[in-house]
Protein backbone atom coordinates (compact mmCIF):
# COMPACT_ATOMS: atom_id res chain seq x y z
CA UNK A 1 0.00 0.00 0.00
CA UNK A 2 1.41 3.17 -1.04
CA UNK A 3 0.78 5.98 1.92
CA UNK A 4 -0.95 9.30 1.03
CA UNK A 5 1.68 12.26 1.51
CA UNK A 6 2.26 13.59 4.92
CA UNK A 7 -0.15 16.46 5.92
CA UNK A 8 2.91 18.17 8.07
CA UNK A 9 6.14 18.44 9.44
CA UNK A 10 7.57 18.92 13.04
CA UNK A 11 10.81 20.79 12.96
CA UNK A 12 12.47 19.92 16.30
CA UNK A 13 15.35 22.90 15.06
CA UNK A 14 16.62 22.33 18.82
CA UNK A 15 16.90 20.52 22.32
CA UNK A 16 18.13 23.94 23.91
CA UNK A 17 14.82 25.66 26.31
CA UNK A 18 15.24 27.59 29.25
CA UNK A 19 12.43 25.97 30.81
CA UNK A 20 12.72 22.65 32.52
CA UNK A 21 9.17 20.93 32.08
CA UNK A 22 9.28 17.45 34.31
CA UNK A 23 6.90 16.01 31.44
CA UNK A 24 9.09 17.44 27.94
CA UNK A 25 8.66 15.32 25.12
CA UNK A 26 11.99 15.58 24.01
CA UNK A 27 14.03 12.45 24.37
CA UNK A 28 16.17 12.00 27.81
CA UNK A 29 19.71 12.31 25.94
CA UNK A 30 19.09 15.68 24.38
CA UNK A 31 20.79 17.09 20.97
CA UNK A 32 23.74 19.63 21.73
CA UNK A 33 23.85 23.00 19.98
CA UNK A 34 26.90 21.56 17.98
CA UNK A 35 24.72 19.12 16.15
CA UNK A 36 22.34 20.94 14.75
CA UNK A 37 21.31 21.32 11.37
CA UNK A 38 22.45 24.40 9.69
CA UNK A 39 20.62 27.12 8.37
CA UNK A 40 21.02 26.31 4.41
CA UNK A 41 20.50 22.40 5.57
CA UNK A 42 16.90 23.41 7.34
CA UNK A 43 15.55 25.67 4.76
CA UNK A 44 16.73 22.30 1.91
CA UNK A 45 14.09 20.10 4.40
CA UNK A 46 11.42 22.51 4.11
CA UNK A 47 11.33 23.27 0.18
CA UNK A 48 11.34 18.84 0.38
CA UNK A 49 8.61 19.07 2.80
CA UNK A 50 6.66 20.87 0.46
CA UNK A 51 7.85 18.93 -2.39
CA UNK A 52 6.53 16.06 -0.80
CA UNK A 53 3.20 17.61 0.31
CA UNK A 54 3.44 18.81 3.68
CA UNK A 55 1.36 22.16 3.76
CA UNK A 56 2.44 23.07 6.94
CA UNK A 57 5.41 23.26 9.18
CA UNK A 58 5.64 23.48 13.13
CA UNK A 59 8.16 25.31 14.18
CA UNK A 60 9.56 23.09 17.18
CA UNK A 61 12.22 22.32 19.97
CA UNK A 62 13.21 22.86 22.54
CA UNK A 63 12.71 26.67 22.24
CA UNK A 64 13.04 27.01 18.60
CA UNK A 65 13.94 30.82 19.31
CA UNK A 66 16.51 29.69 20.90
CA UNK A 67 18.35 29.78 17.47
CA UNK A 68 19.39 33.15 16.37
CA UNK A 69 18.65 32.33 12.47
CA UNK A 70 14.39 31.32 12.90
CA UNK A 71 13.96 34.31 10.97
CA UNK A 72 15.78 33.15 7.95
CA UNK A 73 14.12 29.63 8.70
CA UNK A 74 10.60 31.05 8.93
CA UNK A 75 11.37 33.01 5.77
CA UNK A 76 12.90 29.65 3.88
CA UNK A 77 9.31 27.57 4.99
CA UNK A 78 7.28 30.65 4.18
CA UNK A 79 9.19 30.93 0.59
CA UNK A 80 8.40 26.80 -0.07
CA UNK A 81 4.80 27.30 0.51
CA UNK A 82 4.41 25.92 3.95
CA UNK A 83 2.27 27.30 6.80
CA UNK A 84 4.46 28.06 9.21
CA UNK A 85 3.14 27.71 12.80
CA UNK A 86 6.22 28.73 15.96
CA UNK A 87 5.12 26.20 19.13
CA UNK A 88 7.12 28.29 22.09
CA UNK A 89 7.66 28.94 25.38
CA UNK A 90 7.50 32.58 24.68
CA UNK A 91 9.77 33.49 27.47
CA UNK A 92 12.51 34.63 24.42
CA UNK A 93 10.12 36.24 22.63
CA UNK A 94 9.78 40.11 22.93
CA UNK A 95 8.40 42.73 20.46
CA UNK A 96 11.56 43.02 18.34
CA UNK A 97 12.16 39.35 17.84
CA UNK A 98 8.64 39.24 17.13
CA UNK A 99 8.39 41.73 14.41
CA UNK A 100 11.52 39.86 12.70
CA UNK A 101 9.48 36.69 12.42
CA UNK A 102 6.31 38.61 10.80
CA UNK A 103 8.62 40.32 8.10
CA UNK A 104 9.85 36.66 7.39
CA UNK A 105 6.28 35.69 7.02
CA UNK A 106 5.41 33.53 10.23
CA UNK A 107 1.70 32.97 9.98
CA UNK A 108 0.95 31.47 13.68
CA UNK A 109 2.11 31.57 16.93
CA UNK A 110 1.35 28.26 19.51
CA UNK A 111 2.36 29.61 23.07
CA UNK A 112 2.66 27.23 26.18
CA UNK A 113 1.15 27.97 29.83
CA UNK A 114 2.56 25.48 32.61
CA UNK A 115 -0.29 26.88 34.94
CA UNK A 116 -2.58 29.39 35.45
CA UNK A 117 -0.73 31.61 37.48
CA UNK A 118 3.02 32.23 37.90
CA UNK A 119 3.66 30.21 41.16
CA UNK A 120 2.29 27.37 40.18
CA UNK A 121 3.75 27.89 36.29
CA UNK A 122 7.53 29.31 37.28
CA UNK A 123 7.76 26.07 39.53
CA UNK A 124 6.58 23.33 36.46
CA UNK A 125 8.74 24.95 34.04
CA UNK A 126 11.34 24.96 36.77
CA UNK A 127 12.01 28.79 35.62
CA UNK A 128 11.58 32.02 37.67
CA UNK A 129 9.83 34.15 35.91
CA UNK A 130 8.66 32.20 33.44
CA UNK A 131 4.92 32.63 33.61
CA UNK A 132 5.07 36.88 33.35
CA UNK A 133 7.11 36.81 30.37
CA UNK A 134 4.83 34.23 28.37
CA UNK A 135 1.97 36.75 29.38
CA UNK A 136 4.56 39.86 27.71
CA UNK A 137 4.23 37.26 24.70
CA UNK A 138 0.82 36.75 24.32
CA UNK A 139 0.63 40.29 23.70
CA UNK A 140 2.59 41.36 21.80
CA UNK A 141 1.59 38.39 19.46
CA UNK A 142 -1.81 39.80 19.75
CA UNK A 143 -0.62 43.39 18.83
CA UNK A 144 1.34 42.29 15.82
CA UNK A 145 -1.90 40.79 14.95
CA UNK A 146 -1.31 36.95 14.62
CA UNK A 147 -3.55 34.14 15.61
CA UNK A 148 -2.57 32.70 19.16
CA UNK A 149 -3.36 29.01 20.25
CA UNK A 150 -2.54 28.60 24.16
CA UNK A 151 -1.04 25.31 24.58
CA UNK A 152 -1.69 24.06 28.11
CA UNK A 153 -0.21 20.70 29.43
CA UNK A 154 -2.43 19.70 31.81
CA UNK A 155 -1.71 16.88 34.96
CA UNK A 156 -2.47 16.41 38.27
CA UNK A 157 -0.61 19.67 39.74
CA UNK A 158 -2.66 22.20 37.45
CA UNK A 159 -5.65 20.24 36.44
CA UNK A 160 -7.98 22.01 39.27
CA UNK A 161 -7.01 25.47 37.63
CA UNK A 162 -8.60 24.47 34.24
CA UNK A 163 -11.33 27.17 35.06
CA UNK A 164 -8.49 29.80 35.63
CA UNK A 165 -6.32 28.33 32.71
CA UNK A 166 -9.57 29.06 30.04
CA UNK A 167 -10.05 32.49 31.37
CA UNK A 168 -6.03 33.07 30.82
CA UNK A 169 -7.12 32.02 26.93
CA UNK A 170 -10.01 34.17 26.61
CA UNK A 171 -7.75 36.94 28.56
CA UNK A 172 -4.75 36.80 26.06
CA UNK A 173 -7.37 36.43 23.19
CA UNK A 174 -6.41 32.92 21.82
CA UNK A 175 -8.27 31.66 19.75
CA UNK A 176 -7.96 27.97 20.10
CA UNK A 177 -7.08 26.24 23.47
CA UNK A 178 -5.38 23.11 23.61
CA UNK A 179 -5.68 21.49 26.65
CA UNK A 180 -3.44 18.41 26.34
CA UNK A 181 -2.97 15.51 28.91
CA UNK A 182 0.48 14.55 29.47
CA UNK A 183 2.00 12.12 27.68
CA UNK A 184 3.92 9.39 29.28
CA UNK A 185 7.03 8.33 28.13
CA UNK A 186 10.35 10.21 27.97
CA UNK A 187 10.81 12.56 30.87
CA UNK A 188 7.33 12.57 31.42
CA UNK A 189 7.35 8.70 32.49
CA UNK A 190 10.36 9.55 34.76
CA UNK A 191 7.83 11.84 36.41
CA UNK A 192 4.32 9.83 36.20
CA UNK A 193 3.57 9.69 39.64
CA UNK A 194 3.87 12.93 40.22
CA UNK A 195 2.04 13.98 37.25
CA UNK A 196 -1.02 11.34 36.67
CA UNK A 197 -4.58 12.91 37.58
CA UNK A 198 -7.10 10.82 39.36
CA UNK A 199 -10.47 9.91 37.85
CA UNK A 200 -12.12 12.50 40.45
CA UNK A 201 -9.91 15.32 38.92
CA UNK A 202 -10.34 14.04 35.21
CA UNK A 203 -14.30 13.71 35.64
CA UNK A 204 -14.16 17.19 36.87
CA UNK A 205 -12.09 18.83 34.09
CA UNK A 206 -14.49 17.25 31.28
CA UNK A 207 -17.26 18.53 32.98
CA UNK A 208 -15.27 22.19 32.73
CA UNK A 209 -14.50 21.91 29.32
CA UNK A 210 -18.04 21.07 28.21
CA UNK A 211 -19.56 24.06 30.23
CA UNK A 212 -16.63 25.93 28.51
CA UNK A 213 -17.26 25.11 25.43
CA UNK A 214 -21.00 25.96 25.82
CA UNK A 215 -19.83 29.20 26.99
CA UNK A 216 -17.53 30.23 24.59
CA UNK A 217 -18.89 28.86 21.24
CA UNK A 218 -17.31 30.96 18.78
CA UNK A 219 -14.96 32.80 20.46
CA UNK A 220 -12.60 30.09 21.59
CA UNK A 221 -12.14 26.77 20.24
CA UNK A 222 -11.08 23.98 23.22
CA UNK A 223 -9.15 20.88 21.93
CA UNK A 224 -9.40 18.45 24.55
CA UNK A 225 -8.92 14.28 24.49
CA UNK A 226 -9.18 12.07 27.51
CA UNK A 227 -5.70 10.82 28.84
CA UNK A 228 -4.79 6.96 28.08
CA UNK A 229 -4.32 6.02 31.33
CA UNK A 230 -8.03 6.91 31.90
CA UNK A 231 -9.47 5.80 28.56
CA UNK A 232 -10.82 2.03 27.37
CA UNK A 233 -9.19 2.77 23.95
CA UNK A 234 -5.84 4.33 22.84
CA UNK A 235 -5.39 7.49 20.63
CA UNK A 236 -4.68 7.19 17.05
CA UNK A 237 -1.58 8.28 18.03
CA UNK A 238 0.25 10.76 14.77
CA UNK A 239 -2.64 9.33 12.94
CA UNK A 240 -0.98 6.08 12.40
CA UNK A 241 2.57 4.99 12.07
CA UNK A 242 4.15 7.21 9.16
CA UNK A 243 0.20 7.98 7.86
CA UNK A 244 -0.43 12.01 8.29
CA UNK A 245 3.30 13.44 9.89
CA UNK A 246 7.06 13.26 10.11
CA UNK A 247 9.28 15.22 12.37
CA UNK A 248 12.88 15.91 12.06
CA UNK A 249 15.11 16.03 14.53
CA UNK A 250 17.58 18.79 15.68
CA UNK A 251 20.39 16.25 14.13
CA UNK A 252 18.86 15.73 11.36
CA UNK A 253 16.98 12.54 11.95
CA UNK A 254 13.53 11.90 10.00
CA UNK A 255 11.31 10.19 12.12
CA UNK A 256 7.78 8.80 12.39
CA UNK A 257 7.36 10.73 15.35
CA UNK A 258 8.59 12.95 17.64
CA UNK A 259 9.18 10.54 20.40
CA UNK A 260 10.42 7.44 17.77
CA UNK A 261 14.10 7.71 18.76
CA UNK A 262 12.97 5.62 21.91
CA UNK A 263 11.89 3.02 20.18
CA UNK A 264 15.02 0.89 19.58
CA UNK A 265 16.64 -1.47 16.56
CA UNK A 266 15.01 1.32 13.90
CA UNK A 267 17.56 2.85 11.23
CA UNK A 268 15.76 6.25 10.61
CA UNK A 269 17.28 7.97 7.89
CA UNK A 270 19.19 11.25 8.06
CA UNK A 271 18.37 14.48 6.08
CA UNK A 272 22.14 14.74 5.44
CA UNK A 273 21.90 11.96 2.68
CA UNK A 274 18.34 10.69 2.33
CA UNK A 275 14.81 12.70 1.23
CA UNK A 276 12.51 13.31 3.22
CA UNK A 277 10.29 11.48 -0.33
CA UNK A 278 12.61 8.54 0.19
CA UNK A 279 12.29 8.24 3.68
CA UNK A 280 8.30 8.32 3.50
CA UNK A 281 8.06 6.31 0.90
CA UNK A 282 10.79 3.51 1.16
CA UNK A 283 12.54 3.50 4.11
CA UNK A 284 11.89 0.62 6.69
CA UNK A 285 11.46 2.28 9.73
CA UNK A 286 8.49 4.39 7.97
CA UNK A 287 6.66 1.06 6.89
CA UNK A 288 7.33 -1.10 10.19
CA UNK A 289 4.00 0.00 12.23
CA UNK A 290 2.45 1.85 9.00
CA UNK A 291 -1.24 -0.13 8.21
CA UNK A 292 -2.02 -2.99 9.78
CA UNK A 293 0.05 -6.24 8.77
CA UNK A 294 2.57 -5.51 11.78
CA UNK A 295 -0.19 -5.76 14.01
CA UNK A 296 -0.32 -8.54 16.58
CA UNK A 297 -3.38 -10.18 18.39
CA UNK A 298 -5.58 -8.39 19.57
CA UNK A 299 -5.04 -5.74 17.07
CA UNK A 300 -5.16 -8.24 14.54
CA UNK A 301 -8.80 -8.25 12.95
CA UNK A 302 -9.87 -5.74 15.64
CA UNK A 303 -13.00 -4.04 14.18
CA UNK A 304 -10.86 -0.58 15.58
CA UNK A 305 -7.14 -1.56 13.81
CA UNK A 306 -7.85 0.77 11.10
CA UNK A 307 -9.43 3.48 13.40
CA UNK A 308 -6.73 4.07 15.90
CA UNK A 309 -4.22 1.99 14.70
CA UNK A 310 -3.25 -0.40 17.61
CA UNK A 311 -2.23 3.10 19.36
CA UNK A 312 0.98 4.38 20.57
CA UNK A 313 4.43 2.14 19.68
CA UNK A 314 6.49 4.64 21.96
CA UNK A 315 3.71 4.21 24.90
CA UNK A 316 4.30 0.53 24.08
CA UNK A 317 8.16 0.43 24.11
CA UNK A 318 8.49 2.76 27.40
CA UNK A 319 6.06 0.47 29.43
CA UNK A 320 6.58 -3.33 27.77
CA UNK A 321 9.63 -2.43 26.57
CA UNK A 322 8.29 -4.36 22.89
CA UNK A 323 6.92 -1.16 20.71
CA UNK A 324 5.50 -3.89 18.71
CA UNK A 325 2.85 -4.69 21.08
CA UNK A 326 -1.04 -3.53 21.45
CA UNK A 327 -0.44 -0.40 22.92
CA UNK A 328 -1.88 -1.04 27.13
CA UNK A 329 -3.59 1.73 27.10
CA UNK A 330 -5.98 -0.68 25.15
CA UNK A 331 -8.24 -2.88 27.67
CA UNK A 332 -7.75 -5.29 25.25
CA UNK A 333 -4.04 -5.45 25.95
CA UNK A 334 -3.18 -8.31 28.64
CA UNK A 335 -0.80 -5.78 30.26
CA UNK A 336 -3.57 -3.29 30.21
CA UNK A 337 -3.51 -3.76 34.11
CA UNK A 338 0.07 -1.92 34.10
CA UNK A 339 -1.99 1.35 34.06
CA UNK A 340 -4.48 0.54 36.73
CA UNK A 341 -0.98 0.43 38.92
CA UNK A 342 0.64 3.25 37.94
CA UNK A 343 -2.75 5.01 38.97
CA UNK A 344 -2.50 3.55 42.14
CA UNK A 345 1.23 4.59 42.70
CA UNK A 346 0.31 8.19 41.81
CA UNK A 347 -2.62 8.29 44.36
CA UNK A 348 0.14 7.83 46.88
CA UNK A 349 2.97 9.70 45.48
CA UNK A 350 3.89 13.32 46.38
CA UNK A 351 4.14 16.83 44.44
CA UNK A 352 8.30 16.35 43.28
CA UNK A 353 9.53 16.45 40.02
CA UNK A 354 12.91 14.95 38.67
CA UNK A 355 13.38 18.10 36.38
CA UNK A 356 14.60 17.59 32.63
CA UNK A 357 18.35 18.55 32.43
CA UNK A 358 20.39 20.23 29.93
CA UNK A 359 24.21 20.34 30.32
CA UNK A 360 25.56 23.20 30.63
CA UNK A 361 28.25 22.76 27.92
CA UNK A 362 25.77 23.15 25.51
CA UNK A 363 23.74 26.08 26.90
CA UNK A 364 24.51 29.38 27.16
CA UNK A 365 22.55 30.79 30.57
CA UNK A 366 20.05 32.95 28.45
CA UNK A 367 19.18 29.96 25.93
CA UNK A 368 20.66 31.38 23.19
CA UNK A 369 23.35 30.16 21.02
FE1 LIG B 1 -7.14 -0.64 18.95
FE2 LIG B 1 -5.71 -2.91 19.04
FE3 LIG B 1 -7.26 -2.20 21.11
FE4 LIG B 1 -8.38 -2.99 18.81
S1 LIG B 1 -7.11 -4.26 20.21
S2 LIG B 1 -9.02 -1.25 20.06
S3 LIG B 1 -6.91 -2.12 17.30
S4 LIG B 1 -5.43 -1.08 20.33
FE1 LIG C 1 5.51 7.89 19.02
FE2 LIG C 1 2.91 7.66 19.80
S1 LIG C 1 4.47 9.05 20.51
S2 LIG C 1 3.93 6.65 18.13
Not at 321 to 346: I, K
Request: aromatic share 6%; glycine share 8%.
Amino acid sequence: MRPEPPLALLAELTHRCPLRCPYCSNPTQLTGAGEELDTATWARVFAEAAALGCLQVHLSGGEPMARRDLPALVRAAQGAGLYTNLITSGVLLDAPRLAELCAAGLDHVQLSVQDAAAAGGDRIGGYAGGHARKLTAAAVIRAAGLPLTLNAVVHRQNLNNLEQLIDLALDLGAGRLEVAHVQYYGWALANRAALLPSRAQLEAATAVVAAARRAHAGRLVIDYVVPDYHAARPKACMGGWGQRFLAVSPAGRILPCHAAESIPGLDYPRVQETSLHAAWYASPAFARFRGTDWMPSPCRGCERAEIDWGGCRCQAQALLGDAAATDPACDRSPRHGLLADALAEAASAGQDFAYRQFSESNIRSDGIV
